[in-house]
């Protein structure tokens, strides 16, 4: 135990210098014409280092909102804010999903029209309506992954509760908390870990691995170019795959971000008491409706 405390701190302290270090030298690892700064981008975005420099940045802003409570609530409101920005633009991909299919629908059964050509630019896009029908996943997968984040501010999650709904403001502040920190956490660096390599074996050759270490990583360096994958399920399917794994990239970001924000939200209204409860929460709601609190009191009191 006591060697693993060291390990931490001393992770600690060398986060400060790494990322010191990275900031004052950008060539070195976002200079991707260079194959040994990809490569660098490539084995810290998924590193031990990486994650004390992410760790340590936590501790810190929180230390920071400890001490002056107000400046917490807008590292709070910065992150619901970003998290509720994103999911608003992206939920139009429903939208577009629907209109898109009706026109493929109409093209190929009434007109039998058997491919789309768009060129607003000069640039003449021409793709199978098959194409267009896969693509129609790509929508599905935009609303998933960059609406979870907006969803979890706004309320929308499904929620099972054994003894939340019964228990007073403070200790559900501390189940909130707890279940950040040890629950949410975790499960979206870990799913970080594995999609972070997941996502760049689709996009350059020779693959790289979690295992690799950094001297092998630069021996992949002398040989490293862009693959990126173009393979579809059909001969004439959507052929962009490697966005879907972006996705589960940026899904996983903007999860932790939001996990950190719930934290921070939590202790926040444990610290302030029941009056703060859902303080500058910018949640939507449709016209007339009753408000989410109101809503939020009648399911509790409905599962008590």
């Known amino acids: 135990m006591f060697d693993f405390i060291v390990w931490v701190i001393s992770n600690i302290g060398l986060s400060i210098y790494n990322f010191a270090f990275a900031i004052t030298n950008p060539s070195l690892w976002l200079d991707w014409t260079n194959g040994e700064a990809l490569m660098r981008f490539i084995y810290f975005g998924g590193s031990i280092e990486f994650f004390f420099v992410f760790f340590t940045a936590f501790l810190i802003l929180t230390a920071v909102g400890v001490w002056r409570n107000s400046i917490l609530w807008l590292f709070v409101r910065g992150l619901e804010g970003f998290a509720n ?61 960059l609406c979870c984040a907006y969803t979890f501010v706004q309320g929308g999650h499904v929620r099972v509760d054994l003894v939340y709904a019964v228990v007073n403001h403070r200790k559900k502040r501390v189940i909130d908390m707890c279940g950040s920190l040890i629950l949410m956490l975790p499960a979206m660096i870990l799913t970080w870990m594995y999609s972070w390599y997941f996502m760049w074996r689709h996009l350059i050759t020779p693959k790289v691995a979690a295992s690799d270490g950094f001297d092998r990583a630069m021996m992949k360096a002398r040989a490293v170019r862009w693959n990126v994958e173009t393979v579809g399920f059909s001969p004439n399917g959507f052929d962009a795959y490697f966005l879907f794994k972006v996705l589960i990239v940026a899904f996983c970001g903007m999860m932790i971000l939001q996990a950190i924000a719930f934290f921070w939200r939590s202790y926040l209204e444990f610290v302030e008491g029941e009056a703060s409860a859902n303080k500058y929460l910018d949640r939507d709601s449709l016209g007339g409706d009753p408000t989410d609190e109101t809503a939020e009191h009648l399911v509790e009191v409905k599962s008590h």
């Open 85 to 145: 920005g994103v999911g608003r633009i992206a939920c139009w991909a429903g939208l577009l999903m629907v209109l898109q299919q009706i026109l493929i629908v109409f093209l190929q059964r009434i007109f039998l029209v058997s491919e789309i050509s768009l060129g607003p630019f000069g640039y003449i896009f021409t793709r199978d309506l098959s194409w267009y029908s896969e693509e129609l996943k790509l929508y599905n997968a935009l609303i998933v992954c």
